[in-house]
């Protein structure tokens, strides 16, 4: 019963953002105000803290043969790894809805700014890749693998990462972005039958983009002859 729990935090936190979306009218022709309304923007941090979740408990049921009590159990020093993690990840998160960008903390305009903003998007995503080994290894508990370590083992397995991640997250966005835009200007009662399947697309969503990046760390490390999962029976 609880891993369904798990995977409805975010369908549940999705469909709060759509409900409040409808009330600001977002799907008749007020988007541009509805995008920035601050109720929206607040369940929409939420709903990415919330996709981060299955960090913790997918990875786990992945690494141990779909286990669920396994997948589910708080244990130290699982818990609190991720938890640090969580941390880092949601600050960037923050950041990025609401943050000024780099280019504008760097008072860059024009032609500066775009390639400041594309250097930055394109060293997050190298970093990510590189850090791959880490954002899997600790939620099951093995601290031996830290920053340096993680990009020994996903060196040489770069571009299959890259593979990975897009397969996992490229279809089912695109799913989504579809049924959002597919509800703009439609009758309310469809609207809803929309919204209500982009809710669970998001859902399914979160665990594809983790799996993907189980499997692209799985990949480097087996390759590498190192264990994701820790040495010691606690787990």
């Known amino acids: 019963m609880a891993l369904p729990i798990l995977f409805s935090i975010p369908v549940i936190l999705e469909f709060t953002q759509h409900v409040v979306e409808i009330d600001l009218g977002m799907f008749d022709g007020h988007r541009m105000a509805a995008a920035l309304d601050n109720r929206r923007l607040t369940l929409g941090f939420a709903k990415t803290l919330a996709l981060i979740l299955p960090g913790y408990w997918f990875v786990r049921y992945m690494a141990w043969d779909r286990d669920a009590a396994r997948a589910k159990r708080v244990v130290w020093p699982a818990a609190g790894l991720f938890a640090?993690?969580?941390?880092?990840?949601?600050?960037?998160?923050?950041?990025?809805?609401?943050?000024?960008?780099?280019?504008?903390?760097?008072?860059?305009?024009?032609?500066?700014?775009?390639?400041?903003?594309?250097?930055?998007?394109?060293?997050?995503?190298?970093?990510?890749?590189?850090?791959?080994?880490?954002?899997?290894?600790?939620?099951?508990?093995?601290?031996?693998?830290?920053?340096?370590?993680?990009?020994?083992?996903?060196?040489?397995?770069?571009?299959?990462?890259?593979?990975?991640?897009?397969?996992?997250?490229?279809?089912?966005?695109?799913?989504?972005?579809?049924?959002?835009?597919?509800?703009?200007?439609?009758p309310r009662a469809l609207v809803w039958i929309l919204l209500g399947l982009d809710a669970l697309v998001v859902g399914f969503l979160a665990l594809t983009t983790v799996g993907a990046h189980y499997l692209a760390a799985h990949h480097a490390a087996a390759r590498k002859g190192v264990r994701l999962l820790p040495s010691s029976k606690i787990d």
């Open 84 to 186: 640090f993690q969580f941390v880092i990840q949601a600050s960037f998160q923050w950041y990025a809805l609401f943050g000024p960008s780099i280019a504008a903390a760097m008072a860059l305009d024009g032609s500066s700014a775009t390639y400041v903003s594309a250097a930055s998007i394109a060293l997050a995503t190298i970093g990510g890749v590189y850090l791959t080994a880490l954002f899997v290894a600790w939620p099951l508990g093995n601290a031996s693998i830290g920053p340096l370590r993680s990009i020994a083992i996903m060196a040489g397995s770069f571009w299959r990462a890259i593979g990975y991640t897009i397969a996992g997250a490229v279809p089912l966005m695109a799913v989504h972005y579809a049924l959002n835009y597919g509800a703009m200007g439609r």
